[in-house]
């Protein structure tokens, strides 16, 4: 049995969230992570890849109102709050890196901790729809939350975050850890979650798998964008087959440096659909 169902979510949003991002600036205190980053996350699934430290959770984090942010963030044209409860009432939750279930509370608990905003009718509204659409939580309704396994675990990250009847759900590294067919499980459900109607922001270090699902992507790497483009034609583009898909044995070749030399994508098509942002 899949963990979450097969014939769509129940619980989701309208198909039509879109964020719009102008000079997003963040870090932590003196150090500056981002700045001047312009993307979007249109109705659909994106997909933010990157190296390690080049500050994918710094942006999912500064967008949830973890830390503060710089720049213009609008949520379908209006000017996303800075706090996050704020900024989940207007419709946006993380699922953070590494889950951050509390271990002690079971499965149910979690959930409901997701749903905290929600007032206790529709909170107990919400749960019903959530244990529909991922029936094999409904098994482990009373487990604790620290016994199960990894993807189990994220599992109920994802569905807790699903409690707050997001309109966009932002996803940190979904399958960091798990084993490859929880992995494609993983990813699969993303994929409808956004097809239900729910736009997903997704980071990933899964590059392969992450653009077969996605419907757009950038790279960043140090803290700016160097390549955005359809996810089709960015996993054909020579600056991410070089740097994140078999060429691993050239890890000193990052996407930024192959731009710098002013390689080309593999094809005329995946030129012009696929950006290279000249690195500053
Ligand atoms: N709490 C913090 N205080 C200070 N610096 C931090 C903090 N968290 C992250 N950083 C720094 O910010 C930069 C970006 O980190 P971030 O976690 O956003 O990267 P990432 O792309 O998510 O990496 P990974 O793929 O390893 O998860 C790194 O240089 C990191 O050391
Ligand atoms: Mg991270």
């Given at each position: 049995m899949m963990w979450y169902r097969p014939d769509g979510f129940t619980l989701g949003g309208n198909g039509r969230a879109h964020l719009k991002v102008d000079g997003l600036a963040a870090g932590y205190g003196p150090v500056q992570v981002l700045r001047?980053?312009?993307?979007?996350?249109?109705?659909?699934?994106?997909?933010?890849?990157?190296?390690?430290?080049?500050?994918?959770?710094?942006?999912?984090?500064?967008?949830?109102?973890?830390?503060?942010?710089g720049g213009e963030v609008l949520l379908d044209g209006e000017e996303l709050p800075e706090k996050t409860h704020e900024i989940v009432r207007a419709g946006m939750a993380l699922v953070a890196?590494?889950?951050?279930?509390?271990?002690?509370?079971?499965?149910?608990?979690?959930l409901e901790l997701g749903g905290w905003l929600a007032p206790k009718a529709e909170r107990e509204r919400r749960l019903v729809q959530v244990l529909q659409d991922f029936p094999k939580l409904r098994e482990r309704a009373t487990q604790l939350a620290g016994t199960m396994s990894g993807g189990e675990q994220q599992m109920v990250a994802v569905a807790r975050a699903m409690m707050s009847a997001p309109r966009l759900l932002m996803l940190d590294e979904p399958s960091l850890g798990l084993a490859p067919r929880m992995v494609d499980e993983l990813l699969a459900m993303a994929r409808r979650i956004a097809d239900a109607g729910t736009t997903v922001l997704m980071v990933e270090q899964n590059v392969k798998k992450a653009l077969?699902?996605?419907?757009?992507?950038?790279?960043?790497?140090?803290?700016?964008?160097?390549?955005s483009g359809p996810a089709r034609l960015l996993s054909r583009s020579t600056v991410v087959r070089e740097a994140y898909l078999g060429a691993q044995a050239q890890?000193?070749?990052s996407a930024a440096d192959a731009a710098r030399r002013g390689r080309t994508q593999a094809s005329p098509t995946a030129a012009a659909a696929a950006t290279i942002v000249a690195p500053s």
């Open positions: 001047g980053l312009r993307f979007e996350a249109r109705p659909g699934l994106t997909v933010i890849l990157g190296p390690n430290g080049a500050g994918k959770t710094t942006l999912l984090r500064a967008l949830a109102g973890l830390i503060p942010r890196e590494g889950r951050q279930l509390f271990p002690q509370m079971t499965v149910s608990e979690n077969a699902v996605a419907d757009r992507g950038y790279v960043l790497e140090r803290g700016a964008l160097v390549a890890d000193t070749t």
